[in-house]
């Protein structure tokens, strides 16, 4: 995953769900690192994503809070 | 041929409530008819997309689904456990350029790209990937898609387990004088509902939710959805049906499961 590059890349660690967005990433499910290999390669993935998260967030000039784009309101087509 | 192919079409429209809408792909609704847009206004620009694991309704007004609806059987959802991946988010190459969402258009929006049907029914692979296209997306509450609505798909799948199969339809309803509308193209719904029908106990129902972060499912049934959404869900079952409200399974999210450990 490209951490904040597009709006469409997606990745399930086991039953965490992960969605890239260009203003944030969304994590979200659940997730158990067991004491065995399994529960290291999951982790491994977790530590992966966020390291390029962090990466990229280091590299660039960060506003103090993101703004949101909310758009408008228009009279309802349906009524 | 032609005057009978007419006469057949006249009785098709006339007819047309209970045969439900023309569709290419009757495997996925109950008794193999679609359901129907009653309102005009919602009919305009609408069109049907069929893929393996569901059919949904497109509306080029919203840029949303309009509905989504699947089978869903015991092996599907048996299948599905444990079918994780990369999948991509993807505008839908079945609906036209000037009619359909972009991924551009959800952005900095603050929403989720909420499914309408599950990727989490999906039983293959394939049929997973069908289910990131955004003609199968509406904009929803990122809690509510994550917490109360997510529990609600995973207590329609067990669902579907402990009865054999399920017919599902989720959709957007699209309430009030004003709608939002995200970067002058994607029209933000006001609530979010799903109904199901369980054929092995000829019962059904329906949850409904605010599109808001705090919204609570709550249940209703059949025939009291359809007055409130406009559409005729099921044109093959009979009104009786609808109007009983089967004994709905309690959904838990995560999210509390979470509260409730974390007073321990």
Sequence with gaps: MNPFANESETLDIADLTIENRVDHISLFGSLDITRDKIGLAKAKALYSLLGQAINVLESIDLPEKIDLEKGDRIRNPFT | ?264
């Excluded at chain 2, 949850?207 to 959805?225: G, H, V």
Aim: net charge positive.
């Design chain 2, 1 to 264: 041929m032609i005057a009978v192919k007419s006469i057949f079409l006249l009785l098709l429209i006339v007819t047309g409530v209970a045969l439900g809408a023309e569709t290419g792909c009757p495997q996925h609704y109950l008794g193999g008819a679609a359901p129907d847009v009653g309102n005009p206004k919602l009919a305009a620009l609408a069109r049907e997309v069929c893929y393996q694991a569901y059919g949904l309704q497109h509306s080029g007004i919203t840029r949303t689904a309009l509905w989504s609806a699947e089978h869903l059987t015991r092996n599907h959802v048996l299948e599905s456990k444990g079918l994780h991946r990369r999948n991509d988010f993807h505008p839908d190459e079945h609906i036209p350029y000037n009619e359909r969402a972009e991924l551009a258009d959800y952005a900095r929006s603050g929403f989720d790209r909420g499914h309408m049907t599950p990727s989490g029914d999906a039983f293959s692979e394939n049929a997973q990937a069908e289910t990131f296209s955004l003609a199968n997306m509406v904009p929803q509450a990122g809690r509510l898609n994550r917490g109360a609505w997510e529990a609600l798909e995973s207590v329609t799948r067990d669902l579907a387990i402990r009865r054999g199969d399920l017919y599902v339809i989720t959709g957007p309803l699209f309430q009030g004088i004003s709608l939002q509308r995200l970067h002058g193209r994607v029209l933000v719904p006001t609530k979010i509902w799903k109904a199901i029908y369980v054929p092995s106990l000829n019962q059904g129902g329906a949850w409904i939710a605010e599109n808001t972060d705090d919204a609570k499912p709550r249940t209703m049934s059949i025939a009291a959805l359809e007055r409130e959404v406009g559409l005729n869900l099921f044109p093959k079952l009979d009104a009786r049906t609808k109007t009983y409200l089967m004994d709905m399974p309690e959904a838990k999210a995560y999210r509390r499961n979470y509260t409730r450990r974390q007073h321990h």
